[in-house]
């Protein structure tokens, strides 16, 4: 496994989660909405007979369980990611979103860092990158 280049990828995605998260809690408020309940009229409830929900109950509820299992394991990549960054020196995170969560151009990135070579750029770029790869992949990544 190249730990640099899945640095790299996991870094680029983060823009792509928080855009899956939105859609995630629109999923959920859609569940929550169709599935909110209306009254009772199972007449089986308080007779005797035990649980008799139907297959359509529990195909809603596995559906908002999933749900929220999504939502939870998306925020948990997020906030790692974001924590991770956060590590980092001002400068590893700022050419870090530059370049791969906003990806702007290199002359951009250059400025905004005040780096006038762009062999310096690329150094910094790699330290930065592998950086985050360690932090993220831990002792593997060396």
């Given at each position: 496994m190249n730990y640099f280049k899945e640095a790299e990828e996991v870094l680029r995605r983060l823009p792509k989660l928080e855009k899956a998260l939105e859609m995630l809690y629109k999923q959920k408020q859609h569940t929550?909405?169709?599935?909110?309940?209306?009254?009772?009229?199972?007449?089986?409830?308080?007779?005797?007979?035990?649980?008799?929900?139907?297959?359509?109950?529990?195909?809603?509820?596995?559906?908002?369980?999933?749900?929220?299992?999504?939502?939870?394991?998306?925020?948990?990549?997020?906030?790692?990611?974001?924590?991770?960054?956060?590590?980092?020196?001002?400068?590893?995170r700022t050419l870090l979103k530059l370049w791969y969560i906003e990806n702007k151009n290199k002359e951009l990135v250059k400025s905004s860092l005040n780096i006038s070579s762009l062999s310096t750029l690329y150094d910094l770029r790699n330290r930065s990158v592998s950086d985050f790869a360690l932090y993220y992949f831990g002792a593997k990544a060396v």
């Open positions: 929550e909405k169709k599935n909110s309940p209306k009254g009772f009229k199972d007449k089986s409830i308080g007779e005797g007979r035990g649980s008799a929900m139907k297959k359509e109950t529990l195909d809603e509820l596995c559906e908002y369980s999933q749900c929220l299992e999504r939502i939870s394991a998306t925020e948990f990549e997020i906030n790692r990611i974001k924590d991770i960054l956060s590590q980092l020196n001002d400068e590893q």
